[in-house]
């Protein structure tokens, strides 16, 4: 075989690779985003029309010989891969807005933001985690670094808006501490039990050897039918 096929055949097998490569990371940076867009709205669609004609049912104050309140019927239990709320982040931007569904399983992330199963349900006592990419499939959680202290996370299940306040900036640990998702996370700088939510995502932003994590604190509640609540409104 001369020199001069060698060459060849090596600057084919050049421009191929390279072909292929580019392909890939415009699959990566383009196309999975295109695909998660369509399944957020479509998540988003669903949940809206599972919430039209829903109201935050407020149990009554009592008074002095008012007769016993039936009991409450406890809330549907959240189902895997399955939307629950919508997330927005005033932030990141007025139209960035994402669905929340049940679990943090790969499928599940490509269509929204995932609840870790077994943490907290939202505004309940205990931790609301919540996972999300930080690059690929939309690039939910880009920004995470750009959050700061004071920060408003905003939540709706569609009865209830709850606004999350974030209580410091972003920490940086590994995949493996899971005690930042405890239900009074470690590192968090909470000393007790009470009304919490963690965003993590992957660091760096096109790496996954490390994880950032943001904690926030419930800060208030309303019901959707008051309107949107003034942390969306600012």
């Known amino acids: 075989m001369s020199v001069r096929l060698i060459v060849r055949t090596f600057s084919e097998l050049c421009i191929t690779a390279g072909t292929v490569i580019v392909l890939f990371v415009c699959y990566l940076m383009f196309w999975t985003g295109v695909k998660a867009e ?7 669609r669903l949940l809206q ?3 039209v004609g829903r109201e935050a049912v407020l149990p009554p104050v009592p008074t002095a010989g008012s007769p016993r309140a039936p009991a409450t019927p406890p809330p549907p239990a959240y189902r895997d891969g399955k939307g629950l709320a919508v997330m927005y982040v005033p932030r990141f931007g007025a139209d960035w807005d994402w669905p929340v569904l049940e679990g943090t399983k790969a499928g599940t992330l490509k269509k929204g933001l995932g609840h870790y199963t077994g943490s907290a349900r939202l505004g309940d006592t205990g931790n609301f985690a919540v996972a999300g990419h930080r690059r690929t499939y939309g690039d939910p959680f880009k920004d995470v670094p750009k959050l700061r202290t004071g920060d408003a ?7 209830t808006w709850f606004t999350y306040r974030i209580t410091k900036k972003p920490y940086r640990t590994v995949p493996t501490d899971t005690g ?5 996370p470690r590192k968090s700088g909470f000393d007790g039990p009470g009304r919490y939510l963690t965003l993590t995502t992957c660091e760096p932003e096109w790496g ?12 208030a509640t309303q019901p959707v039918t008051k309107g949107r609540p003034a942390a969306l409104n600012s």
């Open 153 to 159: 996370v905003v939540l709706t299940d569609g009865t």
């Open 180 to 184: 930042v998702i405890d239900p009074v």
């Open 208 to 219: 996954s050897s490390h994880r950032l994590i943001v904690w926030a604190h419930l800060d």
């Open 49 to 51: 029309d599972e919430w």
């Open 38 to 44: 369509a399944a957020m709205d479509g998540q988003i």
